[in-house]
């Protein structure tokens, strides 16, 4: 995990001031790095049933893609609002000043398909909470679990979302 870790750049005052912004682009490309997080967040799910790896608009694509085809999965898309093309679910949510809402297709899961959730950082839990929304309250579908990269510890997010398998391979 140090590998991951150090490969995860720090850049301050980014996108406004205060926040410390995570860059996850040195660690994408490092072909070692790379292979190393796909290949610990395929061994969280060894004996797991995972049907779909749903990832969050944008950087979570990049795991959720790499994840699924390594886990023999298919892959969703949970967008931001006014992306997908076909008739969509949308749940808003609260930001620090005013809304954001999270998208999916409406004929993203089947009935009884097992769901993992994936993102590259928890920070609020804010976007994670609105996704993990979206699904229970559209679909007839069981979620397995969330995964992210990197948990921001001091911001709490966790404590915030339901009681659900969240993992973070590392922590900040
Ligand atoms: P939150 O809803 O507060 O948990 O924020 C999660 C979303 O915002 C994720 O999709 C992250 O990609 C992004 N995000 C939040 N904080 C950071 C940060 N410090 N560095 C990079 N991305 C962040």
Not at 9 to 15: G, H, L, S, Y
Not at 39 to 62: K, M, N, P, T
Not at 97 to 124: C, M, S, W
């Amino acid at each position: 995990m140090q590998n991951i870790k150090e490969k995860i750049r720090n850049i301050p005052d980014f996108p406004k001031p205060g926040i410390q912004f995570k860059d996850i682009t040195p660690l994408l490309a490092n072909p070692e790095a790379f292979k190393e997080t796909i290949d610990a967040f395929r061994q969280l799910h060894e004996h797991d049933r995972i049907d779909i790896v749903a990832g969050i608009e944008a950087r979570g694509f990049v795991f959720a893609a790499a994840l699924a085809y390594a886990i023999g999965a298919g892959t969703c898309l949970i967008r931001k609002p006014g992306k997908l093309p076909h008739s969509i679910h949308r749940q808003t949510y609260e930001l620090e000043y005013g809304n954001d809402a999270v998208e999916i297709h409406t004929d993203a899961f089947k009935p009884g398909q097992r769901i993992l959730i994936i993102d590259d950082v928890l920070a609020t839990g804010g976007t994670i909470s609105a996704a993990i929304k979206l699904i229970r309250n559209n679909f007839d579908v069981e979620i397995a679990g969330v995964d992210f990269l990197m948990e921001l510890t001091f911001l709490n997010g966790r404590q915030n979302l339901p009681d659900l398998p969240i993992r973070s391979l590392i922590q900040f």
